[in-house]
């Protein structure tokens, strides 16, 4: 079987269309560049009849130069993905191949713009995002991966071969590269982006890796959340010492050198003495906390009630609580095995820990900020007022509003816990070292770089893209939540 | 240069090209601005014209939102990026500003055309001395030397009344006070020597007997350099006070525009009628002469009615006629430059009585529910912060504070900012706990009983209404959810249906439709707003409620409808109202008793004829003249203090307003500076904390006085 070449037949078509496309809106971008120099600026007149007309010049000229071009770069791009699509396997080359495992990816996203730009009046600050085209880019490429990521990692599509299978032949071969005894021109007959050292299939590790990622990186934020949070809110609306102390803690362990805890968390000594254990069976217990308190201020003038719905949600979260922290060989082991629901790897533990240890005190200080802000309101003092509670107060009058900050904080930390993720595989720490997550892989594809770039690229590129829409997600909504 | 005086080279006779030009400054001919969002386009101000002749002002009045500020962004050219001027222009000095280069509206704007925002720090640098700002201004402009700028400094300086100039250049606006930031605001515009200077409510954020002062600066200022002006506020007592011309904004438009005279005493526009019978001038009375509140909202920019703009909250709309057509400005026979935009405006009847509205029973006045005692409330602060070594101070927010309210009863208690309202309500609601004295609430003491121990039935019957309507609702909880949390706490109803039932009669208490329940604050009013404040207030059956400035963050319009719906609950709730305001006007309205506060100290108590009659304790009488009344036929003492308030930090010895009182001469061997006076009855219920000998206080006369008609 002849191995894949990059765009195959359409190529004949499509690859000078844009590169002619691509180069003039190159120029056009140099020469609006050079003329925002010269040209008089853009100005609206408005005529005696009450109607507003632009003078734009040579300068609107080009602008309107360039809004066209890059349509066309655009209808370039999304031509390369249809005729993928919908061309039969491997006619449309590596890139049409690839965009035809994703295809199920495309649908969803497709389906989500629309009933997101239709109903987008009733959606609140989500439904403003799609007035934003930055954010609208962020939230394409953050939902491109969460889509991967599901399709991938529940449903087993998308992905042409097993994460970790080796292929003798394949080591480090290129993209598009045939698999020995394969015969049909169909899904798994090649390695579509080529293999690794392993000879295993960049491709699929690259989409189970996703899975990884999106899994971990938020878990791992949220739990960061709810530390700073915690711990945030009373500084802020307490102040006093107790603000006075933490703050100094919280100073103490940004200035401490992370990597040096990284190694700390992982020597076997460690290990041994139960330290990460009871560390994570602190961490863990917050969340229960966090609802205890949330749920009891709530709900405390009705005990019943309270009572009720505390049982309830303690009594789920308890177990999950107990399954996590309890593990056979190690310090924590008392549950009886059929109540110990699930394990966790050390590895990710130390994610988790590095995660929470490295962001919490960040959010922190934009909580407390936060509450000192809020605190002031004349609602806090009406509640005060009618004899609420300091949780409370904290929890149902100031958190609420403080959202906003703090949802667009969330987008930027899941990028950065992403990149820890990466940083910690890089290490070699954290997660088991034939895991496909983005980060492991770069760092096992990083000492052939030289002569077989791919297998660190496209994990690298996989990275890149995810963060970038992070970023550009947690850009629009500031942006919109600025706006009214 | 130097050695001239500033008002010998008045600029407003020459044009901008240096010549003599004696036309209007400012002409403003069917100007149309709109803002531009993502959603629509928000027409802020439609066919408005306006006209300022040289050393004259001109007074903009209107609600908020109705684009008086947008006028004059408008006038200075600077709408931001996304309001522009879609049609008509704006011409000063016969020059059209719409089509002049960036470079010559710049030179205009500093040099020609000034502008004093609302905020003083908004216009200041705070890191740059208050010289340094003002001598930038003519080193820019005009390119002078820095001496000459300097001595240019020192003469505006002192002509704004600020004590020892030099040491003021030689400060940062930070070591000012709000007042004396705001005259360096005034001083830094007249640095450029304007032909227009435009005003933006300037005195919002100062006290009344400061606005007072900065308003009669402005006065003489204006009249001594010739400045026109353009004063935006929305207070027709200001204007009244400030201005020879007024026009009246409605939603976006000019609805009446003349003399001061014309529109005070023979206005020609339903609008301008029901604003002012919504004011509470003196004589009006909340039983049997109260307000007359407007109906309805006004209307959004983009929801617009069709025809008249005020006609679905006009009392002699026709339909079929007020609603068919564009209505334009038309002048009014027989006056001269009077313009009004109604076309019924002949043919009602302007001098037709008001029609009073149901004479209310005032409530009886029953027993003592709350006596304070010689409350003293005293806190402790670092002096010198950083590491508070040692050195204490004691700010004494609440001096021996002794007054009882009785059940229906409204008390009123008056002062300008930092006199210890806000710590007293604190204590009274149990958020502090007094320093020492007692505070009865039904014979049980709860002066020193913080809110965590206080019986649910306690917090119930002490309620509060807070000032900024924008602030007093949590912005993610419905209306609903917050006022069945209050149920809630106070332990009302069994259940959640019996709260539900509960919160949907509050509403109605209110005269809110019950539909509101579901909704976010952001969907209401202000006036919406402070409605549900008071129905989350009363929602634990309330016996006294404390009222911090209900409504003076709203609308007049919306105030009267307040009010009005205040003191409706009170008679029907025998409640002790404190209602904490610094104005006077609707202090008289609706208060049985006042008492007047400064510096922690009660100057003043009596009930409200008593306080608003003489004799007054010196305070009051400024406090009195201070406000400005929208009624050409009042005559008003004229007291203005010198300086300003005082900080609590360093109370001044002896009498508190000794730094200020005019009568301190009156009372031999300095006995102001040395002791604190003390509280002596002048008459029954009336009680005064001064040294004035009675023939003193005999010999004062009345403050305000209506002029027979
Ligand atoms: N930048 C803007 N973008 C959109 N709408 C605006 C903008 N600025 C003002 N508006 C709208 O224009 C209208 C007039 O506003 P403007 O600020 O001139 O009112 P105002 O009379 O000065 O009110 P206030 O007394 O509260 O100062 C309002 O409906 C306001 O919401
Ligand atoms: S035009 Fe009609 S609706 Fe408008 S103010 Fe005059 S009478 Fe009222
Ligand atoms: S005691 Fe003296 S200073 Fe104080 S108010 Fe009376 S006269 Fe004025
Ligand atoms: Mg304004």
Known sequence: ?484 | MSDQSLADQSPSDLDLNGEVYDGPILEIDKLSISFFTRLREIPAVMDFSAKVMPGEALGLVGESGCGKSTVALGVMQDLGVNGRIVGGSIKFKGRDLNTMSPEELRDIRGSQIAMIYQEPMASLNPAMKIGQQLMEVPMIHEGINEKAAYQRALEVVTDVKLPDPKRILNSYPHQLSGGQQQRIVIAMALMSKPSLLILDEPTTALDVTVEAAVVELVKDLGKKYGTSMLFISHNLGLVLETCDRICVMYSGEAVERGSIEDVFDKMRHPYTQALFRSIPLPGANKNDRPLVAIPGNFPLPHERPQGCNFGPRCDYFEAGRCDSQDIKMAPIEGDELHETRCLKSDEIDWNAPVVAGETKTKGEIGDVVLRMEDLRKYYEVNASSLFGSGTKKVVKANETLSFEARESETLAIVGESGCGKSTFAKVLMGLETATSGEILLYNESIGNTPIEKRSTKTIADVQMVFQNPFDTLNPSMTVGRQIIRALEIFKIGNNEGERRTRMLELLDLVKLPRAFADRMPRQLSGGQKQRVGIARAFAGDAKIVVADEPVSALDVSVQAAVTDLLMDIQREHKTTLLFISHDLSIVRYLSDRVMVMYLGHVVELGTTDQVFSPPYHPYTEALLSAVPIADTSVKKKHIVLEGDIPSAMNPPSGCPFQTRCNWKGHVPGGLCEKSVPPVRMVAEGHQIKCHLSDDDLASMEPVIQIAAE
Request: hydrophobic letters at 55%; one cysteine or more; a neutral charge.
């Open chain 1, 1 to 484: 079987m002849d191995p894949l070449s990059w765009t195959g037949a359409v190529g004949a078509i499509l690859n000078p269309a844009l590169l002619v496309v691509s180069g003039l809106f190159i120029v056009a971008i140099i020469l609006m560049i050079v003329l925002s120099f010269f040209a008089p600026p853009v100005t609206l007149q408005s005529n005696a009849d009450g109607t507003v007309m632009a003078q734009g010049g040579i300068f609107g000229l080009v602008e309107t130069a360039v809004r066209g071009l890059l349509f066309a770069l655009l209808a370039v791009i999304v031509a390369y993905v249809v005729s993928g699509i919908v061309l039969p396997y491997g006619d449309a080359g590596i890139i049409g191949a690839v965009n035809k495992q994703f295809t199920p990816v495309w649908i969803s996203l497709v389906v989500t713009f629309v009933v997101s730009i239709i109903y987008k009046r009733k959606l609140g600050i989500y439904g403003k995002l799609f007035d934003n085209i930055i954010g609208m880019v962020g939230f394409g490429l953050v939902m491109f991966w969460v889509f991967t990521a599901i399709y991938a990692g529940v449903f087993d599509m998308i992905a042409t071969h097993d994460p970790l299978s080796q292929v003798s032949g394949l080591k480090n071969k290129v993209p598009g590269v045939p698999v020995p005894g394969a015969d049909v021109m169909a899904p798994g007959s090649h390695y579509l982006l080529g293999g690794d050292n392993l000879a295993r299939d960049v491709f699929s590790r690259m989409i189970h890796g996703s899975w990884i990622v999106v899994q971990i990186a938020p878990l791992a934020t949220v739990f960061a959340f709810m530390v700073g949070i915690t711990l945030g809110l009373p500084a802020g609306y307490f102040g006093g010492k107790f603000d006075t102390g933490l703050s100094f803690l919280a100073n103490l362990v940004l200035a401490f050198p992370v990597i040096l805890l990284f190694y700390l968390l992982v020597t076997p000594e460690m290990v041994e003495t139960g330290i990460p254990s009871y560390m994570a069976a602190v961490l863990f217990i917050f969340p229960l906390i966090f609802a205890l308190v949330l749920l009891n201020s709530r709900y405390h003038t009705q005990p019943a009630l309270r009572t009720i719905i505390l049982a309830i949600v303690l009594g789920v979260l308890g177990v999950l609580y107990l399954s996590l922290v309890n593990q056979a060989g190690t310090v924590l082991h008392f549950l009886p095995g059929w109540l110990d629901l699930f394990d966790v790897p050390g590895g990710i533990l130390v994610v988790f820990v590095s995660v929470v240890f490295v962001n919490s005190p960040t959010i922190y200080r934009i909580v407390r900020g936060l509450a000192m802000d809020i605190k002031t309101r004349d609602y806090v003092a009406a509640a005060q007022t009618r004899g609420e509670g300091p949780w409370y107060i904290m929890l149902w009058e100031i958190l609420p509003n403080a959202r906003g900050p703090l949802i667009v904080d969330f987008c930027l930390r899941i990028g950065y816990a992403t990149i820890l993720l990466g940083t910690l595989g890089f290490f070699g720490l954290g997660l088991p070292p034939e895991s496909p997550d983005w980060g492991s892989t770069i760092n096992a594809g990083r000492g052939l770089l030289s002569i077989y770039p791919h297998p660190a690229l496209v994990p690298a590129i996989a990275l890149l893209s995810m963060v970038l829409g992070l970023n550009l997600l947690a850009d629009g909504l500031r942006e919109e939540s600025l706006k009214d």
